[in-house]
């Protein structure tokens, strides 16, 4: 069986550092080819490094297995020092795991841009590593009734970040068209989580099943990585660079849209009934181009200034009716709209690219003091 396990390390650490390098060679591609996209130069930068810590998570397993494989070849895996190595090497694993989900925008509301929760998080993962190290060093691999107990913190904690993990990576490829995808990516954190039980339950301890469980489950982690990048990459590829984007608003309702990009020249977008929808995207033009950087922002939430998110969709969604755009050339929220963090959005448009119409623009600073 030690041959198996050696096996199984070395598939480890191979498929780990491939992937790794392939996600980082990725990244650094995306920096250089869209930095414009990326970074529009205001207080907060929206680089996404969602991919950097993809990556950053797959070398520690690859330290992980490194550290496997000395354990098995110097006859030390079934020691305290081993587990707790382990232990430490997950718990960092699962801090990079959800500091990716941070940059997810399908991640849970309370993962994505939530500086304050992602916090929380990490000191409970930290917490848990603590009682985790506790009980490997006083009670090592002991196991009552068929179940290692030292285990069970970190397996509970990487259970809550599979779950995460699943939800995201769903409504990422489904919200892009991979409907394929987005079942396998299901199935195949299904699979990572199954490969833990064993660190707890000593029943499931079948070594050659559960070294061929984990290496499928990370060979196609990998997979799945590379295919949710090249999804990064073409959507940035389709992303209007706000330099190339201008906005006029000629009257009530009517607003001039510039976007070569996507196939729109100086569409003209009449509104009509859709008064909120137009005053809301006014006030986001009038912040941009008006305010200090710090301000340009409208919080949309229960208690902000726009109520909910709902709002932001329906006036991507009425221009795209309006101006009949083919589905390739449909515009998208984040085109027009960024969101900076804590339910703050503005519009990406440069403030040099957005004019308004003087007498518009004084009945609407009139009708806002009242």
Not at 121 to 144: E, Q
Request: charged fraction near 15%; glycine fraction near 4%.
């Amino acid at each position: 069986m030690i041959e198996v396990t050696q096996f199984h390390n070395i598939s480890h650490i191979s498929i780990s550092f491939i992937g790794a390098i392939l996600l980082l060679a990725i990244y650094y591609n995306i920096r250089i080819r869209f930095k414009q996209v990326l970074e529009e130069g205001n207080a907060v930068k929206r680089v996404d490094r969602g991919l950097l810590y993809l990556s950053f998570g797959m070398l520690i397993w690859v330290v992980a297995g490194v550290w496997a494989y000395v354990a098995n070849y110097f006859l030390f895996a079934d020691t305290v020092t081993y587990q707790v190595g382990v232990n430490l090497l997950s718990t960092v694993n699962n801090l990079f795991w959800l500091l990716a989900l941070y940059y997810f925008d399908s991640a849970p509301s309370f993962i994505y841009r939530n500086e304050k929760n992602v916090k929380i998080i990490a000191i409970i993962i930290l917490i848990v590593a603590s009682l985790t190290f506790v009980l490997s060093s006083t009670i090592g691999n002991t196991a009552y009734h068929q179940i290692k107990v030292a285990a069970i913190p970190d397996v509970l904690l990487t259970t809550f970040l599979c779950i995460l993990m699943a939800i995201s990576f769903f409504r990422t490829f489904m919200y892009r068209g991979l409907k394929l995808v987005a079942i396998i990516s299901i199935l195949v954190i299904l699979l990572l989580f199954i490969s833990q039980l064993n660190d707890v339950f000593i029943v499931l301890d079948d070594g050659y099943t559960n070294h061929l469980i984990r290496v499928i489950a990370k060979s196609s982690l990998v997979a799945v990585f590379l295919v949710l990048a090249t999804s990064w990459v073409i959507e940035l590829a389709h992303t209007p660079k706000p330099n190339e984007m201008r906005i006029h608003f000629l009257d009530w309702s009517l607003v001039q849209l510039n976007i070569p990009s996507k196939g729109i020249y100086d569409a003209r977008i009449d509104f009509k009934s859709k008064t909120t929808q137009y005053k809301n995207l006014l006030l986001f033009a009038y912040r941009r181009k008006h305010l200090e950087p710090n301000q340009q922002f409208i919080t949309v939430n229960a208690g902000g200034e726009i109520k909910s998110q709902t709002y932001l969709t329906r006036i991507i969604d009425n221009i795209n009716a309006i101006l009949q755009l083919e589905a390739d050339n449909k515009l998208e929220r984040k085109d027009l709209i960024t969101f900076i963090g804590e339910s703050k959005y503005r519009l990406r448009i440069p403030p040099e690219h957005i004019s308004i119409d003087a007498a518009l623009l004084a009945e609407f600073l009139k009708n806002t003091s009242k």
